[in-house]
């Protein structure tokens, strides 16, 4: 079973930041979060990944709060092609283990 | 340049037949695995292999035989095709921080 919690589903004007929020109250401490979107009939791409510290990247910014139970995913200037499913995963660092998937965040971009 | 390629993209066929899909990654990974994703949208992942040997099976039943001719290739193939297996099945390779999909297969068993 998947060990976050996150929202349905959510709309955001296009241009605007769209922060999606989730839930990871059972985080064990080597358990990093990683963010993955799937655009429709595409496969799942990855967005970024931290521990404990937030990170940036070309794509997105990661905001994890000082007790790790939650995080809040960030697009700084949403447009219409992040249109798209968004999931929140707690995993072991490293590349062998399995993704387990929940529900996402569908994310709408309002024009 | 494709990263992790499947084919076919969509494979329609009857009831019984058995089926293979088939997937690449050029990306130098030891790992690759197969997700399927049902009706519903969720996504489970089925098998893992790593360097061509199976390291994780999700109580897949056995008409579903995953093969791994090499680590740039692991193919699926289904015996005996049910209702219950249409979906899209989507192939993906990691190194060390993320999983590399590709663009999936749609089945759909009549």
């Known amino acids: 079973d998947a060990k976050t919690t996150q929202p349905p589903s959510m709309d955001c004007a296009e241009g605007r930041a769209a922060n999606l929020p989730c839930n990871h109250s059972?985080?064990?401490?080597?358990?990093?979060v990683y963010w993955y979107r799937q655009i429709h009939s595409q496969g799942p791409q990855y967005i970024i990944h931290?521990?404990?510290n937030n990170e940036t990247n070309e794509m997105a910014s990661l905001i994890i709060t000082e007790d790790r139970k939650s995080s809040t995913l960030i697009l700084p200037h949403a447009t219409l092609r992040d249109t798209a499913v968004y999931y929140c995963?707690?995993?072991?660092?490293?590349?062998?283990?399995?993704?387990?998937f929940g529900k996402g965040t569908r994310l709408h971009i309002l024009p | 340049d494709t990263a992790v390629s499947q084919t076919p993209k969509y494979l329609v066929t009857q009831m019984g037949n058995d089926k293979s899909i088939k997937c690449e990654q050029n990306?130098?990974?030891?790992?690759m695995y197969w997700y399927k994703q049902d009706s519903k949208k969720f996504l489970k992942i089925m098998f893992s292999?790593?360097?061509?040997?199976?390291?994780i099976n999700e109580t897949v039943p056995n008409r579903f035989s995953p093969k791994s001719p090499d680590k740039a290739h692991l193919n699926l193939h289904i015996n005996s095709l049910e209702l219950g297996d249409s979906a899209v099945y989507f192939c993906?390779?990691?190194?060390?921080?993320?999983?590399?999909f590709g663009p999936g297969t749609r089945l759909t068993v009549l």
């Open positions: 995963i707690v995993r072991v660092a490293g590349g062998d283990d399995k993704i387990i």
């Open positions: 059972t985080i064990s401490g080597n358990e990093y």
């Open positions: 993906a390779s990691s190194q060390v921080w993320e999983q590399f």
């Open positions: 931290g521990l404990k």
């Open positions: 292999y790593n360097n061509k040997e199976l390291i």
């Open positions: 990306l130098g990974h030891d790992t």
